[in-house]
């Protein structure tokens, strides 16, 4: 028996990166799962990768910052499994600019896709998590909930509410369902090497930001996805409303 046995899980962002990692992972322990993303050649490969060991999962492509991929995604777990257990907010992107130069456009879409994603997976989730014995919702945040960086004031705003939301979730919906972030530093994703992008060498500022954690490397997607495995079992039963941050010690500095 898997850690996560028969439990039915959404997971956002998840041809790719950390939200990849997640979904072999969660597989591998038995859930049953309901993915969703926007490339449908990757999402294809992820689903025949995932068959390989495990026939419960599914793929719903779509755009996570509007409301009605987010309901589709639930409705989808309702009808193909009958109820929904977990659910994982973790696409994510950058929308790089300082406040003066950032685009209204790109500023909205920053936050619909980080933010608001999450407030309508969870608008749409709520019932049915309330329906079980115990729901869980993680969001994959970021150390940039609370520390600035050149650049990213859409994504840091982003973070930083999905931080709030999160606790806000805890503290309305215990103790039935158990709300938490994962707050990831550097980790060797696609997203990092965009992020970069903001930087005059790209290359030497991702290797600047591994030289400051306390590892002194990068996170791996697998890191992050067995932080998570943690906090949607059992074994975090007394944890919820809070933050966890993975992130080699780059805070601590």
């Not at 322990?29 to 599914?58: M, P, T, W, Y």
């Not at 793929?59 to 777990?77: F, H, K, P, S």
């Not at 300082?98 to 407030?119: C, G, H, M, P, Y």
């Not at 994959?140 to 999905?162: E, L």
Request: glycine fraction near 8%; proline fraction near 3%.
């Amino acid at each position: 028996m898997g850690k996560l046995e028969n439990r039915v899980i959404i997971i956002t962002g998840a041809t790719s990166g950390m939200g990849k990692a997640m979904a072999v992972l969660f597989a591998k322990e038995g859930a049953h799962l309901v993915l969703n993303g926007r490339d449908q050649e990757k999402g294809e490969s992820l689903l025949n990768e995932i068959q390989k060991f495990h026939s419960e999962v599914c793929m719903v492509y779509g755009d996570i910052g509007e409301a009605e991929t987010n309901r589709q995604l639930v409705e989808t777990a309702i009808k193909k499994y009958g109820k929904l257990d977990t659910v994982v907010a973790n696409a994510g992107v950058l929308g790089l600019g300082d406040v003066a130069s950032i685009s209204i456009e790109k500023w909205q879409r920053t936050l619909d896709i980080n933010l608001n994603s999450l407030f309508y997976l969870t608008k749409y989730a709520v019932p049915h998590l309330l329906k079980n014995s115990f729901g869980v919702i993680l969001a994959n945040a970021s150390i940039a909930a609370f520390k600035a960086f050149p650049q990213h004031a859409a994504y840091c705003t982003s973070k930083a509410g999905q931080v709030a939301l999160i606790r806000q979730l805890a503290a309305e919906y215990g103790p039935t369902i158990r709300a938490n972030a994962i707050c990831p530093g550097p980790v060797d994703t696609p997203l990092i090497w965009d992020s970069a992008k903001a930087f005059e060498v790209p290359e030497k500022a991702v290797q600047n930001a591994a030289d400051a954690t306390l590892m002194k490397r990068l996170g791996e997607p697998e890191d992050i996805a067995e932080l998570a495995l943690f906090l949607i079992s059992e074994n975090s039963s007394f944890i919820t409303g809070t933050t966890v941050n993975i992130d080699g010690g780059i805070t601590v500095n």
